[in-house]
């Protein structure tokens, strides 16, 4: 005869109170009730915001800004800023179209010495940062000013404009237009390529940050720099690496726009520097540095998204955008310090 007993109601407890643990040491739960909330939201108050052609629309809105954020994730998590992630967009950009365009270089040759520019200048970024001591704040304020007077003065002197097109007609366009800038309609949703490398470069960020040693590293040096030099990171090597990352993260989305629009303004991505950081912070990264997810920050540019989108097809004013920026900011900060002091106990 079989004799089953209930679990004790401290058992259950225990369990329940477990289940709460594991969740609060994850930093991007707060932004996925976050994006959880906007999505009931607005599915709610408007009926084209869940249809095919809608979810494809905040999805397209949310890429671009998704890339850029998993990038400047792993740099804050490693205790650093970029602000020149959002220029360096149109460098590239600039870059890549006035070789294909102007000196009639094939496309790929063009964008292959744009992305070695846009790798340079993180090296730099960073390398200034770790000798120098100075905030990487200060140091890449300085890039960001330096790069936008660079694509001003350098499309305007050579196309006497401040905008470059045409590159439809360079060789090697169709190609590179597939990998970077195609679409693939599914039913009414047109998805475009911008989206899918969303998903794998957040995919292959999570996996180093939370599977390999650099990503070890990238913790320890934002958590503490003395410490983690103390222990043997090769500290220096790894913040390079994070601000080339960021560099590269902008060359990825530079190529998107330009090949899709075929076109790119000398003034393109200057101000969306900080809608990158505001991303990571409702993703779950502190401001301090050795704290953060890029699932998190994703599902930040999703929320991003989600809301611009969502204010357009509710037929409001488009300002109100900004409040939403600013409440979502300050949320996020106050939610981020009450989860990282929970887990910080949970650890304990």
Not at 57 to 76: E, K, P, R
Not at 117 to 137: C, D, E, I, K, Q
Request: charged share 10%.
């Amino acid at each position: 005869m079989t004799v089953t007993t209930k679990p004790s109601e401290s058992a259950v407890a225990d369990a329940k109170a477990s289940i709460m643990n594991r969740l609060v040491v994850r930093p991007e739960i707060g932004a996925l009730l976050g994006a959880l909330v906007v999505f009931l939201f607005f599915t709610i108050i408007t009926d084209k915001f869940l249809s095919p052609l809608g979810v494809s629309t905040w999805l397209d809105d949310a890429s671009t800004l998704g890339i850029m954020a998993v990038a400047v994730a792993l740099l804050m998590i490693g205790g650093e800023f970029d602000l020149s992630a959002g220029v360096m967009t149109a460098s590239t950009a600039l870059i890549t179209a006035l070789l294909a365009v102007d000196a009639g270089w094939n496309v790929w040759l063009s964008l292959a010495v744009s992305l070695a520019f846009a790798l340079a200048v993180g090296a730099l970024n960073g390398w200034v940062v770790m000798r120098t001591g100075l905030p990487s704040f200060i140091v890449t304020l300085g890039t960001f000013l330096a790069l936008q007077g660079l694509n001003l003065g350098v499309t305007r002197w050579v196309t006497g404009t401040v905008q470059v097109s045409g590159i439809r007609a360079a060789d090697g366009y169709q190609s590179a237009g597939w990998v970077f800038a195609a679409t693939t309609d599914i039913g009414d949703a047109r998805i475009q390529a911008s989206v899918l490398w969303w998903i794998v470069l957040t995919a292959l960020a999570a996996l180093v940050l939370m599977r390999t040693r650099f990503g070890n590293w990238i913790f320890a040096v934002g958590g503490s720099l003395p410490s983690a030099r103390a222990v043997g990171v090769p500290a220096m090597r790894t913040k390079i690496l994070l601000f080339m990352t960021t560099a590269f993260a902008g060359w990825v989305v530079g190529a998107c726009n330009l090949l899709r629009f075929a076109s790119v303004q000398a003034n393109q991505g200057v101000g969306l520097e900080f809608q990158y950081i505001i991303a990571a912070v409702v993703g779950g990264c502190l401001l301090t540095g050795g704290f953060g997810s890029v699932v998190g920050a994703a599902i930040g540019a999703l929320i991003f998204g989600m809301a611009r989108q969502g204010i357009v097809f509710a037929r409001w004013d488009s300002d109100w955008f900004m409040l939403f920026l600013g409440v979502l900011l300050l949320s996020a900060v106050l939610v981020n310090n009450a989860f990282k002091k929970r887990a910080e106990r949970v650890r304990r």
